[in-house]
């Protein structure tokens, strides 16, 4: 009965979770009676956002013509105002006082006779957030007849970074260019700014950096404060403070100085001069962003300053306009020397910042990773977030999917962000503990400031991440960072209702899918704690084992023939562990109480040794890349079973990704699994790894015109290699099937390059059965793990004797790559 | 006192082992009497060349006027003729049918009261040849006033093979140019060929095929005979017969026909045509050397026939002109699925060859390379030795050392050829048994052909293949067609003697050098039979583990983590092992009997596993590349105490050969300890694998200008990186010694690559001490195994503190790549 609501509208994901959609009789049914005025006390930019949205919601939700006053009127309402405001009216209204900034109080009242839904914020930031709030909960089809609850953020910092360039290109962004820059100006229209910004406030979010942090230094010079003041007005009315991040040797860029030491008066009048002026432009600039002495930026250490000099000739600047310096602890030695055991990039963060606690000025901040080293699948907590008591600070989370499939795979992470936020670093004698989400807020130790920062990314995709799913991240930070002990099944679920409506299938599929996704994109990435084993210093994407080892990143699992992991241990190991309370430690330092999620982190240990689990390691690996492939291949057929439950772009839009990443997920298995076959020399006691019943190499095909090419690094191509085409031909490969007649599914594993487009055609005899193209603008431009892909044909009658032929027409740049195909029985 | 004779002498090499230097006094008197005239028996241009080579050999060696005539003269003299010829005059002189083709008999006899030295062929080629003997035993010093030796040749085929393009271009050649070919044309100028012949002539070899049996098909175009025709004219006066090397599809790419099938009657008649043409311009002509169905080039397989077809298509029609056809047995799959556990390019030989015994014409010869594989550093004989019965066959040997150091590595052939010579097959119940040196020869079973071919590739550097070292291998050849019962140390000593002269020290220490260098280059590159462990699908020269494994090419070795090794036993592997007469094979067969050398070559097995030697595989990689690189080095040390006992030319060139190949050793050595020491996790029980004291990374040096490379691969640099210059810049590492005040040696390794020019300097302070440039056009044109060099600067007097610099200054191609230094106490 739910089914027709949504379903013949077209989507676009544009609008996000903010779609307000009709409700159903039956939900409508459940929220009760809703005011259909709305009363603003006040008038500024942010309360008329509020008020606004809340006659947009209203009146599309409810499918009602909604009606705005200044007082209130002869019938119940719904009153929007700050707490000093609406007391003034409503007596019984608690103290302002008793609330934190931006949070807000939501009541119901009767006022004069009439109902009144109060939505009362301490600020007017708390306002817009109580009018989201109350549409929110009526979209999820909750009572809001008889309200009374106070909600408070978790912490004063709940900002988004972007890591856009000015010339419109994103860093790590994966859905289309920057909102915000093009060529090196602001863009013309803005529309798409203030539609961010509002949904950024929605879920709490106030406040947004909008330039890489890998800074352009002009961003802060004359010519261009203007241009990111364009950016601030259309923010401000949604609570969304800007800020830019800088570069620290912009004294010398283009101060006209011969220096940027910190505790250089030039450079300390510089920093105040640019202030000063980003300040005159944007008044409410939420400060600046700084990442120093890391991956080939500049920093203090040029002049044997400490960070905490170069965060505070910054912070001085900003103090006297109230703004905060955010300096990233990302900071490490990308040329380590990998042979020296005792070398760990994962204790970069605390060596270089542990012994500057105390050293920071009241409004510096320091932005912490979530794990050690980098966005890995799988990290524990960084020791930095038990270890620094007089040091404000923020936990980064990574919204863009960096290492976690690149918006191309689904990874819902607010389950492994609660990993980290809800992990009890044992700071404090205090009982119930202090997890991390305590510690970023600052209560624990009583911090001036603290928080969450999110790498968000958005671009101009019109559903903002490129895909449908992905846009459950975005949400769920706001949500964490909001509130960070509510449960990922919650946000999943509230999710999925405000993104696809009630169906209770549709709902509880996706909600299921959400939650699955991570611990499958683990098991068929990186398990038991080695990180993703991706191309370390390349585009982060697919699959290649070695490439994170001997290098100077520091990324290391250190895999040989006999074992994995990286010894981080004090007793052998880089000492990694003795950077936690020692409580902490012990629990890593020890190979029997380390988690086997975590066990490659913290230990080297044989292929053979036995887990937790009773598996050796490597059965594990084996079975688990199995698994994780099954288990995303088990989210087309969950997906599937939605169709016509919603609107069909965005059923179909998942669908081809889920598609999509059911093929990438078996790139996955096979290259990790054949890696560690051939090393280890250790068989699948399942039989499995290196073993590909109906698979036929493209090599092994009749071919005509193909050539073949080996395949870097040689596990991301069945059997190392690949055919290829050159541009302008037509190239064949022909295989005769020799199985029994029946229906069966082909794979057509192919490589599809970012440089140009290769057309496939599938025939069987001389009847064309599919055809794509391969014209795909991502990850590489050459065949291996980023650009192999996976084409399902299936239900495909074959009689024995039946020619199949893969016939393609490259362009002049792609090789229309053939990897294999692969018959096997239809389901 | 015999240090003078030829050290004042500049010498270039292109004499070789027919330098005729003056003998000293002490030699000559070991001589004895020697005829100062030379009356020669006929007139043919074979003949004037013997008559002519006396004359020339006598003047110089004895600086005496030597006179000739046509008739015996009224002193003593040497006599050159045919039997038939000197026994006219000679009557107790042996019967002409006594000799086989080519062979000679030397005897002394009084005639008419005069001491007659008789040199009398078998045919006028054994003239020549005795004419050589006698020269080269007075060259060595050897007494000729009593002789009475008969000498015939082991085989008829004694021929050299080269692998010369039409453009000029040698594939696999290594010293220049081809003396044969420049830009689709024989050259103008062949008295380099003439020279050539005479070289090939003084060893008993008698056919040369000029061209590449990857084959231009025009070469046997009516427009191109003529040009052959000319290398045949200037060959034939040294008894050398020229042939070519043909394309099987030429039929249809230069006759007009639409195909190649062997059977049809057009194309026997298209062979005949071609064949016949050939002969009406090259009477003399030896035949055609063909390479069908292997690596790429067309075959009977196109047809469904068998190589028997296609060879005895073409040795029809070469039968009538007493022609014969050799027929390359290196046939195999370059497309194998290394997957596939039974899989084995070792068995390729066999079971193409085997089931064609009997089938082939009396005038084809199957030509098969010595092992089983490709030239490799260690093989077994390839088992198609023992398995043909009624089929010609010729053993090919590579003089031109393309897996063996490609002429930068001193790498004497002969005892490694003696391996396979004097392997016994086992093929008949005869005693003393059936050595492969009896097989090919075609006495074992009677066969009317059969002997040995050469691959030589000299080229047209001064000394014919680039390193003065490296003839001793085209003379090893020579010697061993001849008669390879000779023994390695006596052919070895010879050569030396010819080339270098008296000097009991010179002939000592270089025969010691020739006869160590095999075992030192097998023990520092692919020890226990793994096979060379080079790129094999590129350039075969400097380490790459990993390019043998997991491509179609079959060259497999199978390291993994636990183990290494080829298991090609019939229980458990390919069952190549069942190729050998069950006698033999059982010896490979059983890993208790497999002789260490051959290990990996029959058997896969873990590190861990115990050598007859008593120690464990991975031990003995450790210790063989140390050793092997520590020989290399000796060799330098020994070839320093021959300075000013001969001359200086060859002096210095050889010894900067050496040095370079004590550097590049020391490449092989850190590369494939490096990465067994990885793969294996099982460190070197004497402590040096990993460790490099001294060793200081390019990486870890203070740069200006310099940035970092990952290395491909990655053993093949110290540390798996590289610090590299753009063209234009001049780059700067630095290093402050930190170690004790005294002398040291300072290695400097560096990158040569073969794309441009770089210039060195290395700098104390302010002191330049050392420059060069790396201008190398060898090898590759990136940083890796290949190009690495290693720049030695001796007795360098450092004080604790001192910077040494590094400074490059590349050319537009060139990277100016630094690895590393090191620097150790000077011995």
Not at 100 to 116: H, I, K, P, S, Y
Not at 394 to 417: D, K, N, S
Request: with cysteine; glycine share 8%; charged share 20%.
């Amino acid at each position: 009965m739910f089914t027709i609501a949504a379903s013949v509208q077209a989507e676009t994901g544009y609008d996000a979770w903010l779609r307000y959609a009709p409700l159903p009789a039956p939900v409508m049914a459940r929220v009760g009676s809703v005011p259909l005025s709305v009363t603003l006390l006040g008038n500024s930019p942010v309360l008329r956002s509020a008020r606004d949205e809340v006659v947009r919601g209203l009146s599309s939700m409810l499918a009602a013509q909604i009606t705005a006053s200044t007082a209130l009127p002869q019938t119940s309402t719904i009153l929007l105002g700050t707490l000093d405001r609406v007391r003034a009216l409503v007596p019984d209204a608690p103290p302002p006082a008793e609330l934190t900034n931006d949070g807000f109080w939501l009541a119901t009242r009767a006022v004069r006779g009439q109902t009144v839904l109060i939505v009362a914020g301490r600020n007017e930031r708390g306002v817009l957030y109580g009018a989201f709030a109350v549409l929110q909960r009526i979209a999820r089809g909750e009572n809001v007849s008889r309200l009374n609850e106070r909600q408070e953020p978790a912490a004063p910092v709940r900002w988004v970074n972007h890591w856009d360039n000015l010339d419109g290109t994103i860093e790590r962004g994966y859905a289309g260019r920057s909102i915000f820059f093009e060529n090196g100006r602001v863009l013309d229209d803005l529309t798409r700014v203030s539609d961010y910004g509002r949904l950024l406030a929605s879920v709490g979010i106030n406040g947004v950096t909008v330039n890489n942090v890998n800074a352009n230094p002009l961003v802060i010079t004359d010519g261009f404060i203007p241009q990111i003041a364009r950016l601030a007005d259309v923010l401000r009315p949604w609570g969304v403070a800007l800020s830019v991040s800088i570069d620290f040797s912009s004294p010398r860029r283009i101060g006209g100085l011969d220096t940027f030491d910190p505790l250089d008066p030039r450079v300390a009048a510089f920093w105040k001069d640019r202030v000063d002026a980003l300040y005159r432009a944007i008044p409410d600039l939420g400060g600046v962003v700084l990442k120093a002495d890391s991956e080939g930026r500049l920093g203090p250490s040029a002049y044997n300053r400490t960070h905490a000099d170069a965060a505070n000739v910054i912070a001085r600047a900003l103090a006297p306009h109230n703004g905060v310096i955010f300096y990233r602890g990302f900071v490490y030695d990308n040329l380590m020397d990998w042979r020296e055991p005792k070398n760990d990039r994962a204790r970069a963060a605390y060596d270089n910042f542990h012994p500057l606690d105390g050293k920071f000025d009241a409004n510096a901040i320091l932005q912490i990773k979530h794990g050690p080293i980098d966005f890995q699948v799988r990290e524990p907590p960084s020791p930095l977030f038990g270890a620094l008591r007089n040091t404000n600070q923020a936990i980064e989370l990574q919204i863009t999917q960096e290492y976690l499939g690149q918006q191309r795979h689904v990874c819902f992470l607010v389950p492994m962000w609660k990993t980290v936020l809800d992990f009890d670093m044992l700071a404090t004698s205090t009982s119930p503990g202090t997890p991390v989400r305590e510690l970023v807020s600052g209560r624990t130790f009583n911090r001036p400031a603290g928080g969450f920062v999110g790498v968000s990314n958005v671009g101009r995709d019109a559903n903002w991440l490129g895909h449908d799913l992905a846009m459950a991240n975005l949400y769920g930070f706001g949500r964490l960072a909001w509130n960070p002990t509510v449960s990922a099944r919650d946000i999943a679920n509230d999710w999925t209702t405000l993104t696809f409506g009630h169906d209770p299938q549709v709902v509880e599929t996706i909600t299921g899918i959400l939650l699955d996704s991570w611990p499958a994109y683990e098991r068929y990435t990186g398990p038991l704690g080695a990180g993703t084993l991706t191309d370390i210093i390349g585009v982060h994407y697919g699959p290649g084992i070695e490439s994170s080892e001997r290098n100077g990143w520091g990324q290391w699992h250190r895999a040989n023939g006999r074992g994995i992991g990286m010894d981080r241990t004090i007793a052998t190991g880089t000492g990694f562990t003795s950077q936690y309370i020692p409580l902490v430690g012990a629990q890593f330092e020890s190979l029997a109480s380390t988690p086997d999620e975590l066990l490659l982190f913290f230990h080297h240990v044989p292929y053979t040794h036995v887990l937790h689990s009773g598996k050796t390691v490597i059965q594990h690996i084996y079975d688990s890349h199995y698994q994780g492939a099954a288990e995303a291949a088990d989210f087309v057929t969950r997906w599937r079973q939605l169709e016509r439950l919603f609107d069909r772009e965005r059923y179909a839009s998942v669908l081809a990704s889920l598609d999509y990443q059911a093929g990438h997920a078996i790139v996955w298995r096979d290259a990790v699994n054949n890696w560690f076959l051939w090393i280890s020399g250790i068989p699948d006691a399942m039989g499995r790894a290196g073993r590909f019943p109906g698979r036929v190499e493209a090599e092994a095909m009749t071919r005509e015109r193909y050539a073949n090419t080996a395949v870097v690094p040689w596990e991301t191509a069945s059997a190392g290699q690949a055919a290829t085409c050159q541009a302008g031909q037509t190239c064949t490969a022909r295989h005769r099937y020799q199985g029994p007649a029946g229906t069966v599914d082909i794979a057509v594993q192919y490589f599809d390059e970012s440089d140009g487009a290769s057309r496939f055609s599938l025939f069987v005899g001389d009847r064309q059965i599919d055809s794509w193209t391969a014209d795909a603008q991502f990850g590489s431009a050459t065949p291996n793990g980023h650009t192999s892909t996976r084409r399902m044909v299936r239900n495909v009658r074959l009689a024995s004797g039946d020619e199949l032929r893969v016939q393609v027409e490259p362009d002049a740049l792609e090789n229309g790559a053939l990897d294999y195909i692969e018959i096997t029985s239809s389901p």
